[in-house]
């Protein structure tokens, strides 16, 4: 006889899932045990189920394979809800697994019970309970809807007693992943009108972009007809930031700089543009749409002139631009690239100053090329997004779709685990380290070699700074209630700790971390007044 909990595990295991993280319940048990028996798939302990998330997240981003989280009734399912949350709202597929009351007990009041069926629902792409005559197609199905365009999670309810139970599925549908269509003629014709009648586009790129792997083309497209691209926060990577025609990032800092650029066009081209990150109307110019992408634009027609939308797989979309014989546009890239620098020239660390900028110069300076960095939400992200040099997307990774504190250091963990031999740091603020500061716990029990850099401001920064720009006073946003850099600590939950209160002892603090063989944190003291002058300052 073979049970629930094992047929769950290795369908689990056969769809390439390689870690299930979360925090186990006395229903959770029989399925450890069934993990137990099966070789390549592991149960990684986690403090909050909500790291869970995160941590499944990151896993298909790095290696494109699904990974599994689980949360307990109630208050576990509900904590596991904000890590789902995240990969919803950042287009990242993985099987969220919960515990659930019997059939006898689901709908009665009793401990710990809520409807994780309603709970989940609107934060994952399909919802639904396991039955011992059907494991195998459930999760297949669960599986399918999940990898689909556009990904995301996925949940099954797991039954009080079923994993005891035994496995009566006899006839099995394998389902398959929705493909992407191909354009059809008519947008690709408007699509080549639209692009050959303006002479100073401009191209936006997006997560969808990331997702599908279109570096190549895009690089193709905008070199031959020399248009300058800009990138919402977590598309950073797909072109280079020396590139002549590298425009910058939206809705980061120094984001109306950026402005300076694509206000001038006469048509944007958005390019696996999805609107999760930042709508279109919150920056784009008085100039028609032409959006690339799998799935339709969602726009504000009062605001925004859709001149078309080329819905399918867009690597034919770009090879028919290509095709085309239209010369190169009118853009001055001298000019763009005085912009650029002038930017950069601003995010550059002040000589003699220990902030932000300089906390973020050096860590950049120590890292490889190939190295990953994970960043937490806040005043320091929206610096990284503009500032931080990203050969490739999978190199920095941060939340944007779904901006939920907490995500850097499980990120970090989660990128150790799928890529243990590249280098891995976090970038976190006291705020978020706050929410998440248990999951180094999980880093020291699996002896990760991550280096954490705390950004300490006492604040939360972002939204001091979003006070003050209404002209209130700071209220309900400092950390602690007197100088915490007087209470150093030697270690959290055994990972040691570096304190750095200048440059020079920051620098020395780095090359330790990075030589160490385990996890380190590194507290970085500075003013977050720097931030002032460089975030919110508008998309025009």
Not at 250 to 270: R, Y
Not at 333 to 345: I, S, V
Not at 366 to 391: E, N, S
Not at 529 to 537: C, N, T
Request: aromatic residues 6%; proline residues 5%.
């Amino acid at each position: 006889m073979e049970t629930v909990s094992n047929t769950s595990i290795k369908t689990l295991k056969e769809l390439g899932v390689k870690y299930i993280f979360g925090v186990p319940s006395g229903n959770w048990v029989d399925y450890m045990a069934a993990i137990q028996e099966v070789d390549g798939i592991e149960f990684i302990l986690v403090s909050n189920e909500s790291s869970a998330g995160f941590m499944a997240d990151v896993c298909w981003r790095l290696t494109g394979t699904v990974a599994a989280c689980f949360g307990t009734f109630g208050p576990g399912a509900c904590n596991l809800a904000t890590g789902v949350c995240g990969g919803f709202l950042d287009r990242s597929p993985m099987i969220a697994l919960t515990d659930e009351m019997g059939d006898d007990m689901l709908n009665r009041v009793t401990q710990m019970n809520i409807d994780h069926q309603t709970l989940f629902r609107p934060i994952t792409k399909y919802t639904t309970r396991l039955k011992a005559n059907c494991v195998r197609a459930t999760i297949h199905k669960a599986y399918s809807i999940a990898v689909s365009e556009i990904p995301g999670p996925v949940h099954i309810g797991l039954p009080q007693g079923l994993g005891q139970k035994e496995s009566t599925e006899k006839d099995f549908y394998s389902y398959k992943s929705d493909e992407i269509p191909n354009p059809d003629e008519t947008s690709i014709d408007r699509m080549l009108n639209l692009f050959s009648k303006s002479k100073n586009p401009i191209i936006a790129l997006g997560i969808t972009a990331v997702r599908l792997g279109i570096e190549d083309k895009v690089s193709k497209l905008v070199d031959k007809f020399a248009i300058p691209v800009v990138l919402t926060p977590m598309a950073k990577g797909m072109i280079h930031e020396d590139h002549p025609c590298y425009a910058g990032v939206l809705a980061h800092a120094l984001a109306n700089m950026v402005g300076e650029t694509h206000q001038q066009a006469d048509l944007v081209i958005g390019i696996g543009y999805d609107p999760v990150e930042i709508n279109y109307e919150d920056w784009m110019p008085s100039a028609p749409l032409l959006h690339i992408d799998t799935k339709p634009a969602d726009i504000d027609s009062t605001k925004i002139a859709l001149g078309c939308n080329v819905i399918g797989n867009i690597k034919i979309s770009i090879d028919a631009i290509l095709e085309s014989n239209r010369g190169k546009k009118e853009w001055n890239l001298n000019e763009l690239a005085a912009r650029k620098q002038a930017m950069f020239d601003k995010l550059k660390a002040p000589s003699n100053s220990f902030g932000p900028r300089m906390v973020l110069e050096k860590l950049r300076d120590m890292l490889p090329a190939d190295g990953i960095m994970t960043c937490d939400v806040g005043a320091h992200l929206h610096l990284i997004g503009q500032k931080w040099r990203t050969p490739s997307p999978e190199c920095q990774l941060m939340t944007n779709g779904c901006s939920s504190m907490g995500f850097a250091i499980p990120a970090a963990i989660a990128a150790k685990l799928s890529c243990p031999e590249r280098e891995v740091c976090c970038v976190v603020g006291d705020g978020g380290f706050n929410m998440s500061a248990g999951e180094l716990a999980t880093a020291h029990r699996l002896n990760l070699k991550i280096v954490f850099v705390v950004i300490h401001d006492d604040s939360l920064s972002l939204i001091r700074v979003k006070q003050e720009l209404k002209g209130y006073r700071q209220y309900g946003t400092p950390l602690s209630s007197g100088n915490n850099r007087s209470i150093p600590a030697t270690s959290y939950f055994g990972v040691p700790v570096h304190r750095a209160m200048d440059e020079l002892k920051y620098q020395n603090s780095l090359k330790e971390a990075f030589a160490s063989p385990g996890p380190s944190i590194i507290e970085a003291y500075v003013d977050g007044k720097e931030y002032d002058d460089l975030v919110l300052k508008g998309n025009r």
